[in-house]
Structures are given as structure tokens and as C-alpha cells.
């Protein structure tokens, strides 16, 4: 099983307040990717980062922002929630560059009132 | 631009066979994906093709033609554990991956 862990995995909060969730990994990857998915919706990138210090934006415009100080760690923080950023929300990482496998971790479910 | 397509919904039998179809425009190609992810979970790695051909592993076969930009996951033996949605995903010339919306595949008994 691959070793990639979110918290939480369902958060219920108000418009308005700052969350942050959390990835941790450790297969010792440098890339890792944070994904929004609607239900029966494409996967959509919102960043990523190849190493520590990198962070990139994604496809998808987004109020989010990210940090990469640890290999290990990938947290995503939303500075004001809002509705439209209820989804589902998965952190993945990867190691190898050519085949380009990711590894999921479980996904972390954001309603926002 | 990039694009993919799949259908958007399959239904087979218990112990039948499917293929599911994956057609995809891109002007740089560095690899195509299928994953597989369960209700509620998270994808799972299934298969990569770089080349053309078949790359098979176990009940799972994957098809890749690079000139037609099509590939095709071959499900056989199927059972109803793999109840899912298969995506397909293509990795750009950034080595980006750019996904499908998935096939959601019912299987009855």
C-alpha cells in the first residue's frame, strides 16, 4: 500500500474561515499534486511541486496556495472558504518521472455552508 | 490543445469481457494511464503504455496506438468487484498528466 496520508478526511465548516489540508508522505517522493474532483468529474490539478522550495499552480484557478518546506509534507490551506470550494480534494505523490505513476492518498471532503 | 474522451458510462455482465475506449488529441505525448477508482476512493495505478501495443497484467490488458490516438483498457473475467470508474489520463510533453472524465463501469450479475 502506498504510505500517503490526509487529514482530515471530512471537514464541515463556514463560509469565511481559513482551513488547511493536510499530506503527508513517506516514500521519499519529490513530486507531489494536490487535485480538486467533483463526484463523476475529471480530476482537475491545482498544484504542484517537484521539490522542496517548488511549488507550481495548476489548471484550475484557484484561492488556494500551498508550502513545500519537507519532502514529506504538502499542506494546502484556502484563507476563506466559500461554497464553491466544497469538493473532494486528493493529495498524490510520485518518484518516478518516466512512468509517471501517482499514488493517492484518500482524499479529504470539504463542505463549505 | 489537449483533449481525451471516454464514454461516460459502460454496464456489463458478471464473467464477461469490456473494453473500454479512450480517444485523446495532444500535440505532445509522453505516455497514457489507466487508473482505477472505486466510489468515494482514491485512484489506483492500473497500466502505462508508452508504445504501441499491448501491455497485459493479469485480467487487465491496455492497448495503445500513438498514431490514432486512441488506447483501449480490456477488462476480462470481469467480476463484481471491479464495479468502478476507469480513467484514462495522458502525460503531456511537461509530464503533466491531463485526465479524462472517467467510464463508469456497472457490472450485474
Known amino acids: 500500500e502506498a504510505d500517503i496520508y490526509q487529514t482530515p478526511r471530512y471537514l464541515v465548516i463556514g463560509t469565511g474561515k481559513k482551513i488547511t489540508l493536510e499530506c503527508s508522505q513517506t516514500?521519499?517522493?519529490?513530486?507531489m499534486y494536490w487535485y480538486q474532483q467533483d463526484p463523476g468529474m475529471e480530476l482537475h490539478l491545482i498544484h504542484y511541486?517537484?521539490?522542496?522550495?517548488?511549488?507550481e499552480k495548476g489548471d484550475l484557478s484557484s484561492e488556494s496556495t500551498v508550502s513545500r518546506i519537507r519532502t514529506e509534507h504538502f499542506p494546502l490551506t484556502l484563507e476563506s472558504a466559500r461554497p464553491s470550494h466544497t469538493s473532494q480534494y486528493l493529495c498524490?505523490?510520485?518518484?518516478?518521472?518516466?512512468?509517471?505513476?501517482?499514488?493517492f492518498g484518500e482524499g479529504s471532503r470539504l463542505t463549505v455552508l | 490543445g489537449q483533449n481525451i474522451d471516454q464514454p461516460t458510462e459502460m454496464t456489463a455482465t458478471e464473467g464477461a469481457i469490456v473494453q473500454i475506449n479512450c480517444t485523446y488529441q495532444?500535440?505532445?505525448?509522453?505516455?497514457l494511464f489507466w487508473y482505477q477508482q472505486h466510489a468515494g476512493e482514491a485512484p489506483t495505478f492500473l497500466s502505462y503504455?508508452?508504445l504501441d501495443g499491448l501491455e497485459e497484467k493479469g485480467r487487465f490488458s491496455s492497448f495503445l496506438s500513438r498514431s490514432k490516438g486512441y488506447s483501449y483498457l480490456l477488462l476480462k473475467e470481469l467480476q463484481m468487484k471491479d464495479s468502478a470508474s476507469y480513467l484514462c489520463?495522458?502525460?503531456?510533453?511537461?509530464?503533466?498528466?491531463?485526465w479524462g472524465a472517467g467510464t463508469k463501469l456497472i457490472i450485474k450479475p
Open positions: 498524490a505523490s510520485s518518484g518516478d518521472r518516466e512512468t509517471g505513476e501517482l499514488f
Open positions: 516514500m521519499g517522493h519529490d513530486k
Open positions: 511541486s517537484y521539490g522542496v522550495n517548488s511549488t
Open positions: 495532444t500535440s505532445g505525448f509522453n505516455g
Open positions: 503504455n508508452v
Open positions: 489520463a495522458l502525460m503531456d510533453s511537461n509530464y503533466q498528466l491531463i
